[in-house]
């Protein structure tokens, strides 16, 4: 199956640094999800895009849906260290359908 | 995510034996997902069922087998076929239409 492509694969950062992911595919989409994956536990929706060109925040973190459906990004400002985590893309083709993960983007925040 | 209760948290089984891993959620969600995640590595698709009774092989299905008798349920059995069994699995539900996916907390499964 199609994986995504999340760059970067790794981050480490200062605390207070703005951090910048992002994901692209060769095909369209019409939902990009943004999780965040902490040891041990399940994915945890960060923030959901429905619509080509939409920027969405939530707190410290805006994703964007890229005009041509076949990108989004994540931003996250002012890190701090809970921030650190796998984070990962994921795009959904139609309602419904099965989800096409990237391959994820581990954060670490140094204090 | 609440609602989504996979179990057990950690599973160890001896090499040739088949497994079974349960997901039962309580949020009247109509599909459900298993997914495989191994280190470094992003999440594959093992199976999904969008209603009860009917299910469809994601893209690594060989060596696993499901069942979905009642909406809330959807377990996953790990037969002795799977050649590397050994990964997290995670259990996913989805409300429905244009709705986000919310996960389970995972079963690391090791085989001994």
């Known amino acids: 199956g199609q994986q995504l492509n999340q760059s970067p694969q790794s981050m480490f950062i200062q605390e207070g640094e703005d951090v910048s992911m992002n994901c692209t595919s060769s095909?369209?989409?019409?939902?990009w999800l943004w999780y965040k994956q902490e040891p041990g536990e399940g994915p945890v929706l960060l923030i959901a895009?429905?619509?080509?060109?939409e920027l969405t925040s939530n707190g410290r973190l805006t994703a964007q849906f890229g005009i041509t459906r076949k990108d989004s990004f994540l931003n996250i400002s002012a890190s701090i260290p809970s921030d650190v985590g796998i984070y990962f893309c994921?795009?959904?083709?139609?309602?419904?359908?099965?989800?096409?993960f990237g391959e994820g983007t581990q954060l670490t925040v140094n204090p | 995510d609440g609602g989504i209760t996979q179990s057990p948290k950690y599973l160890f089984r001896k090499e040739g034996q088949n497994v079974t891993l349960s997901c039962e959620q309580n949020?009247?969600?109509?599909?459900m997902y298993w997914y495989r995640q191994d280190p470094g590595q992003g999440l594959r698709l093992i199976y999904y069922?969008?209603?009860?009774?009917?299910?469809q092989k994601g893209d690594i299905a060989e060596g696993y087998s499901v069942s979905r008798e009642k909406k809330e349920s959807f377990p996953l059995t790990v037969t002795s076929a799977q050649k590397n069994p050994t990964a997290f699995y995670l259990c996913?539900?989805?409300?429905?239409?244009?709705?986000?996916?919310?996960f389970g907390d995972g079963t690391r499964l090791s085989i001994l």
């Open positions: 994921a795009g959904q083709r139609t309602s419904g359908s099965r989800l096409t």
């Open positions: 095909s369209i989409f019409n939902t």
């Open positions: 895009l429905y619509k080509a060109g």
């Open positions: 949020l009247n969600h109509d599909a």
């Open positions: 069922s969008q209603i009860v009774n009917d299910f």
């Open positions: 996913v539900t989805q409300p429905g239409l244009n709705q986000p996916q919310h």
